[in-house]
Each structure stands twice: as structure tokens, then as C-alpha cells.
């Protein structure tokens, strides 16, 4: 319920002060990217997956295996070139900022329009080819609510309903894919996750209305009405709403 109280690039958004301390090589506990500087081929961990995530939203696609390869290095030295940075291919504190700036949270639409899901004739959205499981499984369960009506407090005494609001939209679609286990209202999920724009999913949230964007495209009860379904494009005022993503997404 949009005010009732019924709840990575990760890293590439993460302030985390990078170190040069921890593993340099085979696997890590580096949970953010950042948490290793500088991040480069023989590495592995979680930050690396975050890392390939990253490129692959940046439209230089590369399998998620968190160990840093040769594919990995190639992808990013074509987005080091496209981004005028020094290619080296391996990540430094100036590429972590570029990291950073492209997933700016006042900016919705994605960086590049090839990764962006597709809205259906029928109000449904398909993502786009390549797509981590977690983004599919949540587009198949967003899609079975799409175009339900919309009802205060709808979606909030169980995530099965016959309507659903702001949050209980939200929330579904989050369950569905699941990243969540409980149902929630707008106020709740400005402290879920994690801080920041994510890769692939950010949520946006205050007192009043929750809404969130999925591959460049946006799941929202807000402008519902008009547009027949909650996926409608990505852009819209944000200013106000705290900027949440899922961890590693």
C-alpha cells in the first residue's frame, strides 16, 4: 500500500572506498565493485560478477562466471574506448567513477537502447535477449499483473489478489522473481536493498508511491490508467523518491 504500514551496476552505484587490500588473485570476499582496486584478469569474486554485469548493461555482453577472463578484459577495453577512458583493460579509480556516472540515478532510460525490454501490444513487457533468470522470472511475474486494476491496499495481505497498488505491484513483481519474501508498502522499500540505481532493477520510493524500472522500461501504477498497463517507458520525474536496488542486480 502506497502509505499504508502493513517492508552489482550494484557496485558500479556503491560508495565504497576501494582498496588494494584483500585477494589479488583466484577468489574473493570483495562484495562491491570497488572493494578491489584495480580489478583485472586472473581475478574472481562477487565484484567481478558485478563488473560483467555492468558490461553487459553497457551493451558489451559477457557470461556472469565472476572470474575475470579474456572475454571480460575485451569488453572492457571496448567500453574504456567508447568511454574515452585509458584502455587497459582492467578497472582503475577513474573507471570506477565512469562506472558510477553511467548508472546516474536522475537518469532512467538505460545507456543503451539494445538492452532495453520491449512493451507488448497486450500491456505485457518482454526483456531483453540476454537477460540474467532473476530479470526473466521477474518480467513473467510482473506480466500476470500488468494490466489487473489498480486498489489501495491491493497485494498487501498476500501477494495472490485480485488488484494491487503501488507497492503491492512492486512487491509482487519482486517476490516473483524471488528477491522478496514478504509483502510490502512504498515506505518499506526505501531501505531495501541496497543504496543506488542498480543494473538491471532500481526501485524508487517515498511516503507516498513506489515505483521501479527493469531493463530500461518501467513498472508503475502511476499513469496505469492511460497507458492500459503498469509497463509504460522509463522516463519520469524522480526528484523525492529514495533510489534502491536489489543486491547484485
Not at 552489482?8 to 588494494?20: E, L, R, Y
Not at 560483467?52 to 577495453?77: S, W
Not at 498487501?156 to 513483481?173: E, I, N, R
Request: glycine content about 12%; hydrophobic content about 40%.
Amino acid at each position: 500500500m502506497c502509505a499504508l504500514v502493513v517492508l552489482g551496476v550494484t557496485g558500479a552505484a556503491h560508495a565504497a572506498t576501494p582498496s588494494t587490500g584483500g585477494v589479488a588473485y583466484g577468489s574473493s570476499t570483495a562484495r562491491h565493485l570497488g572493494d578491489r582496486i584495480p580489478l583485472k584478469r586472473g581475478m574472481s569474486g562477487h565484484d567481478v560478477k558485478i563488473l560483467q554485469d555492468a558490461l553487459t548493461r553497457l551493451g558489451r555482453p559477457v557470461p556472469l562466471t565472476g572470474t575475470f577472463g579474456p572475454q571480460t578484459q575485451r569488453a572492457l577495453r571496448s567500453w574504456e574506448h567508447l568511454a574515452k577512458r585509458r584502455v587497459n583493460g582492467r578497472v582503475d579509480r577513474g573507471d570506477l567513477v565512469a562506472l558510477r556516472r553511467a548508472f546516474d540515478p536522475t537518469v532512467i532510460t538505460p545507456p543503451v537502447l539494445g538492452a532495453t525490454a520491449t512493451i507488448n501490444a497486450d500491456g505485457t513487457a518482454t526483456p531483453p535477449a540476454g537477460a540474467p533468470q532473476v530479470i526473466a522470472d521477474l518480467f513473467t511475474a510482473a506480466n500476470r499483473i500488468a494490466t489487473l486494476p489498480y486498489r489501495y491496499g491491493g497485494g498487501h495481505k498476500s501477494f495472490d489478489d485480485t488488484a494491487y497498488d503501488c507497492s503491492g505491484s512492486v512487491g509482487y513483481a519482486l517476490h516473483g522473481a524471488g528477491l522478496l519474501d514478504h509483502t510490502v508498502d512504498s515506505t518499506m522499500l526505501e531501505s531495501f536493498g541496497e543504496d543506488g540505481p542498480g543494473a538491471w532493477i532500481t526501485i524508487y520510493a517515498n511516503a507516498d508511491h513506489t515505483f521501479m524500472t527493469v531493463a530500461g522500461v518501467r513498472f508503475d501504477t502511476s499513469g496505469q490508467s492511460a497507458a492500459g498497463t503498469r509497463w509504460q517507458p522509463a522516463e519520469r520525474a524522480t526528484k523525492g523518491f529514495v533510489v534502491r536496488h536489489p543486491a547484485g542486480l
